[in-house]
């Protein structure tokens, strides 16, 4: 029987057809373009109408709404007035944990609402606060995604807000809201929205220096028990809000929403809030005492951070002192030590971290010890002892472990050569 193409090509085409594919259907694509902006509007309209004084954000892919919320600069979050300055210098950034200088102007807070709590292709943003401070006033940008057809423009959003500073503030941001984000930024082909920008995640900060002096390290603990701030009943808690989506979606109901904007838009109030707190802390002279009953902050952790920022001149003895600095800490003091040219202490922590079973410490010191030709034969002796012991770990899977080996047998060979040149090819 002879092979008919028209029929196959028509029962194809009608198959793609009944499964949305319209290329080629001009006038089939063209009304399910009309049908998906119809949708957005009539999305856009019901969040208008529920949150009168924001606004649609118009971009190059198309509309979102912006629930946007203003508090003048004399107001007060909890105990912390708005107005109070933000002073940068070494305290704070040793504090903090970052080497970017900062200003008042220079850094956004966020916080995101999401339709689940991982970052598979299935969860997805909905909902996203951006506050920052103006000289008149705390600006919450709130991006709400009225439909899925508007993702690239809600994405758009925020990176051309966020794109104004140099630095971003979250609270478990680093494992939660910048990795959900960039998820969906990949999938649809989008810039990403924090290229180039500082990262200042709170709350590793909060658990260095008030986990034991406060209940949990969560920000609403965090609100009450040192902000002072406490919330009121209009709050929906962000665990009921991807339901609350999904409703929306669905029937578009939105009477639970304003609740679920008021938990988001507080939480980027309270992060601005916080770091004016945190610079006012780290600018003030108090006594340990005075610092814990008025703070909460525990103040061995806080003197012991601070001490950090004069690091140049900091005894080693002072940093080795037991049970001082934690281990990835120490890490940090010796990286920061070597850059300021204190090579040998930097070596003597690596080491001291090698002997404690860290092994990639050990191949750290072996690589200042060659630097420069510093100490070819320790670096050497030193790459020998991290190799034999990664041959002897059976915890390490023999592809890593092979790799691993390969590449240190690879510098060992290469400092042999350098040391036989430097000998005049003498063993």
């Not at 912390?80 to 070494?90: A, K, W, Y």
């Not at 995101?112 to 299935?122: D, F, L, M, Q």
């Not at 899925?148 to 609270?171: H, W």
Request: neutral net charge; charged residues 30%.
């Amino acid at each position: 029987m002879p092979y008919d193409y028209n029929l196959n090509m028509n029962n194809i085409l009608d198959q793609l057809a009944a499964l949305g594919v319209t290329k080629g259907f001009q006038e089939r694509a063209a009304k399910r373009v009309s049908s998906s902006e119809k949708s957005t509007a009539d999305a856009l309209q019901k969040i208008a109408a529920k949150f009168p004084d924001g606004f649609i954000v118009e971009n190059r892919y198309g509309k979102i709404f912006n629930a946007r919320r203003i508090f003048p600069i004399g107001s007060l979050h909890g105990s912390i007035r708005l107005e109070l300055p933000f002073r940068d210098g070494d305290k704070l950034r040793c504090f903090l944990g970052s080497d970017l200088p900062l200003t008042k102007y220079s850094f956004v807070a966020m916080d995101t609402e999401t339709s689940g709590i991982s970052n598979h292709s299935a969860s997805f943003v909905f909902m996203i606060g951006l506050s920052y401070f103006t000289p008149d006033a705390l600006i919450v940008d709130q991006f709400i995604l009225p439909d899925l057809s508007q993702e690239r423009a809600f994405l758009e959003a925020v990176r051309e807000t966020c794109s104004r500073f140099d630095a971003i503030v979250t609270y478990n941001g680093k494992a939660f809201d910048v990795p959900m984000i960039q998820a969906r930024e990949k999938m649809l082909f989008v810039r990403d929205s924090f290229e180039g920008l500082a990262h200042i995640d709170l709350l590793p900060v909060v658990r260095r220096f008030w986990r034991k002096t406060i209940s949990c390290c969560r920000l609403a603990n965090v609100e009450t028990e040192i902000l002072e701030f406490g919330r009121s009943d209009d709050e929906i808690p962000g665990s009921m809000a991807p339901d609350i989506y999904r409703g929306f979606l669905t029937d578009g109901d939105l009477s639970l929403m304003g609740g679920v904007s008021y938990h988001n838009h507080m939480d980027v109030v309270s992060l601005s809030a916080f770091m004016l707190l945190i610079s006012k802390i780290c600018s003030c002279e108090m006594a340990d005492r005075d610092l814990e009953l008025r703070y909460r902050i525990d103040s061995f952790a806080f003197r012991n951070r601070l001490a950090l920022a004069n690091l140049a001149d900091l005894p080693l003895d002072f940093i080795l002192a037991d049970g001082r600095y934690a281990s990835s800490e120490l890490s940090r003091i010796a990286r920061d030590l070597n850059r300021r040219g204190r090579v040998d202490d930097a070596i003597q922590i690596y080491l001291i971290q090698f002997r404690g079973g860290e092994l990639g410490a050990g191949e750290k010191a072996a690589a200042l010890r060659c630097r420069g030709g510093r100490d070819l034969q320790g670096g050497l002796a030193l790459y020998r002892e991290v190799a034999a012991l990664i041959e002897k770990d059976d915890s390490i899977g023999e592809w890593s472990k092979a790799a691993k080996l390969d590449k240190i047998k690879k510098k060992i060979e290469s400092i042999e050569k350098k040391a036989e040149g430097k000998n005049g090819g003498k063993k």
